[in-house]
Structures are given as structure tokens and as C-alpha cells.
């Protein structure tokens, strides 16, 4: 009789077992694509590309008329990870970049309005978002409510 019990134990143990390496499994899947998209080449900007802005960075508007009319100074804050589409890249190395935001989500002053050309430098914007970054704000919004 003690042997059939602990049979009994042991086939549902045994079942149990391989869906702790099946989730990991899942996970590690799952995780791969991320993990290489992240760390993929950059590649030079084109005009018409969508790029992100790497941080939070303060930058210059390209007509110097909007920041009067709208209450700005000569410039505005574009927020990490914000969409821009690239409209003209001067040729020269280390030269700025003309881009609007369209993926604005706070449209007040000092941040930029949506569809306002301004300029921005090389180091300011990537052609990939930051996911790790998006990942990491997601899950603190999660746990403290922000």
C-alpha cells in the first residue's frame, strides 16, 4: 500500500514540474525580440523618418515668431521618448536636425506644441524607442499610481 501512495505523489509532482521551464520558456521567446531590437544599429537619419528623442531635452524653434505668439521663449522642452518626423538634415558632421513632434502628449507651455518645426542635434534623438525606458515608466505607473 505505501508504495502505491507514493506513486500517487510522485505522478503529480512530475506533472507539475516542467511548467516552471515552459513559462521561462515563454518568457525567454518573448524577451528575445525586444532584446535585439534595443540593441540594433541606429543607421543614419533620412528626411520623412520617424525618430524619438533619446531624453528630456530643451531646443530651439525654427521660426523664431512661435514662441512670442504662443507664449514660449526661444525655445521649448521635448520630452523623452516623444515622436518626431524628420523634415531636413544639414550635411555637415555635427550639424542640426529640423523635426516636428507628433507624438505629444503634453501641450502646454514649456513643452513643444505638436507640428512645430525645431532644431535638434544628432545626440538628441534615436531611430529606435527606448523600450526598456517605456517598460520601467509602464510598471512604475503600475505599482505607484501615477
Known amino acids: 500500500m505505501k508504495t502505491d501512495h507514493l506513486s500517487e505523489d510522485d505522478t503529480s509532482g ?4 516542467p511548467l516552471i521551464p515552459i513559462g521561462l520558456a515563454i518568457i525567454t521567446v518573448l524577451m528575445v525580440p525586444v532584446f535585439l531590437y534595443s540593441v540594433g ?5 533620412k528626411v520623412g523618418d520617424v525618430v524619438f528623442a533619446t531624453d ?3 531646443v530651439k524653434f525654427l521660426d523664431p515668431n512661435i514662441p512670442q505668439t504662443q507664449g514660449y521663449h526661444d525655445f521649448c522642452i ?12 544639414d550635411t555637415m558632421a555635427g550639424s542640426s536636425i529640423v523635426a516636428e513632434p507628433i ?14 518645426s525645431v532644431l535638434l542635434q544628432p545626440y538628441q534623438a534615436t531611430l529606435k524607442a527606448d523600450i526598456w525606458g517605456g517598460l520601467r515608466d509602464s510598471l512604475l505607473n ?4 501615477r
Open 56 to 58: 528630456r531635452h530643451r
Open 142 to 145: 503600475v505599482v505607484f499610481g
Open 41 to 45: 544599429p541606429k543607421g543614419p537619419f
Open 14 to 17: 512530475s506533472s507539475r514540474t
Open 78 to 89: 521635448l520630452e523623452s521618448r516623444v515622436q518626431l518626423v524628420v523634415q531636413k538634415i
Open 103 to 116: 507624438g505629444v502628449q503634453k501641450i502646454d507651455v514649456p513643452y513643444c506644441p505638436p507640428r512645430t
